[in-house]
C-alpha cells in the first residue's frame, strides 16, 4: 500500500489550481495516506521528502502533475529531481518531458520516426532576419512559441498568410513571449478536423480520441486559443468512426513511444483531406476536471474524476512494479 506524496505546485491555469488539487487530493485519500507538499524551491522538497524516506521507505509514491516547483519562473524541474530521487513517481522521465517542452524538438523526433507531422522552421529570438528563404514551406502557416504549454501565445494572429504578417507574428513570440517563434504548415480547409488522444499506459493500453467540436463553440476560426483554454471552453465528442480511431490511436502511440513517455499523456492531431498530422504531445496533460483527459475518460470509460485520479496511480505503479521484477 504506497504513501503518496501529493507536490502542489500552483499556476494560474485551471487545471493546476487549489481547486483541482484539492479535488486531487480528496480523490487520493479515499484510498491511500497522502502527505501534501508546496515546497517554494527543491532544496525544500528536498528535506520534506527526506523525512518521508525515513519514514516510509520504499513505500513512498509521488503524485506530481506539475513540470517546475515553481511554475512562474520555471525553476526547479520536476521530472529531473523525481528521476535521480529513487522514489517512484507518476510520469514521464526528464528526457521524455524536456523534448515534449519543446514542440520544435518534439517535431524532429517525429520525423526521425516516420509519424506525420507539418512541416515546420525555427526562427531562434535572436535572429532578426525573419524569411522563408531556402524553405518548403507554403503560407498559410502558424506561428508561436516553441517552449510554451497551455496555448500561451496562439490566438487568431497566430495564423499567417505572407511576409508582413509573418514578420508580426514571430517578432512577437520573440519580443513579449521572449521565445524562440516555430513556423509550421497550417492544417486548414473545408475538411479540417482537429482532435485530442489521451493514453493511459497500463498493461493494456487504453486510447482516449475526442474531436473538438469547433460547432459548439463560439469562435471566428478553428484554433484552441490560450483563451479558450484558460477558460475551459472547449467542446470535445467523442470519436465512433472505427477506422478514424484507429488512425488516431496509431499516431498517438507511435509518438508516445517515440519520446519515450510513460503512464500517460494526450496527444494532439490535425487531419485535412490528404492525411492526419501530430501537431505536439502533452507529456504531462492537464487534469483538471475540465480537460480533455478526464473528459475522454468520462466519455469511452464512464470514469468519474475520482476514478481517473486513481487511475493515474495504479497505471503508473503498475508499469513500475512490473519493471522493476
Known amino acids: 500500500m504506497p504513501h503518496i506524496i501529493l507536490i502542489k505546485s500552483y499556476t494560474d491555469k485551471p487545471w493546476r489550481s487549489p481547486e483541482t488539487f484539492h479535488l486531487i487530493e480528496q480523490a487520493l485519500r479515499k484510498r491511500w495516506d497522502v502527505e501534501p507538499i508546496e515546497a517554494e524551491n527543491l532544496q525544500q522538497l528536498d528535506g520534506f521528502i527526506s523525512v518521508m524516506k525515513k519514514q516510509h521507505g520504499e513505500g513512498l509514491f509521488i503524485f506530481n502533475i506539475s513540470e517546475y516547483i515553481d511554475e512562474r519562473t520555471m525553476q526547479g524541474f520536476l521530472p529531473e529531481y523525481l528521476e535521480k530521487s529513487g522514489i517512484r513517481y507518476l510520469g514521464s522521465g526528464s528526457m521524455a518531458v524536456s523534448t515534449g517542452l519543446s514542440k520544435t524538438e518534439t517535431k524532429k523526433v517525429l520525423a526521425r520516426n516516420n509519424v506525420p507531422t507539418p512541416h ?17 514551406l507554403r503560407y498559410p502557416l502558424f506561428v508561436k512559441p ?55 499506459d497500463g ?5 482516449l480520441p475526442v474531436e473538438i467540436d469547433y460547432s459548439l463553440m463560439n469562435v471566428p476560426v478553428r ?26 490511436a496509431d499516431l498517438a502511440e507511435r509518438t508516445f513511444d517515440a519520446l519515450g ?40 470509460l ?20 512490473s519493471t522493476a521484477v
Open 120 to 136: 515546420f522552421l525555427l526562427i531562434p529570438k535572436d535572429d532578426d532576419k525573419i524569411t522563408l528563404q531556402d524553405s518548403a
Open 146 to 200: 516553441d517552449g510554451t504549454g497551455g496555448h500561451i501565445g496562439i490566438d487568431n494572429d497566430s495564423i499567417v498568410k505572407n511576409e508582413a504578417e509573418l514578420r508580426r507574428a514571430v517578432r512577437r513570440v520573440h519580443e513579449i513571449f521572449g521565445q524562440n517563434a516555430l513556423v509550421e504548415e497550417f492544417i486548414t480547409g473545408e475538411s479540417m478536423r482537429e482532435f485530442s488522444v489521451g493514453i493511459f
Open 203 to 207: 498493461a493494456k493500453r487504453v486510447f
Open 223 to 248: 484554433i484552441l486559443s490560450h483563451d479558450l483554454a484558460m477558460q475551459d471552453q472547449e467542446k470535445v465528442i467523442p470519436v465512433t468512426d472505427g477506422k478514424l480511431f484507429a488512425r488516431l
Open 261 to 300: 513517455a510513460h503512464d500517460y499523456s494526450r496527444v494532439d492531431i490535425r487531419m485535412n483531406e490528404h492525411d492526419c498530422y501530430v501537431l505536439e504531445i502533452n507529456v504531462m496533460p492537464g487534469i483538471g476536471p475540465a480537460s480533455f483527459l478526464p473528459e475522454a475518460a468520462k466519455f469511452y
Open 302 to 321: 464512464d470514469m468519474k474524476y475520482e476514478d481517473l485520479v486513481r487511475k493515474l496511480v495504479e497505471v503508473s505503479l503498475e508499469r513500475q512494479t
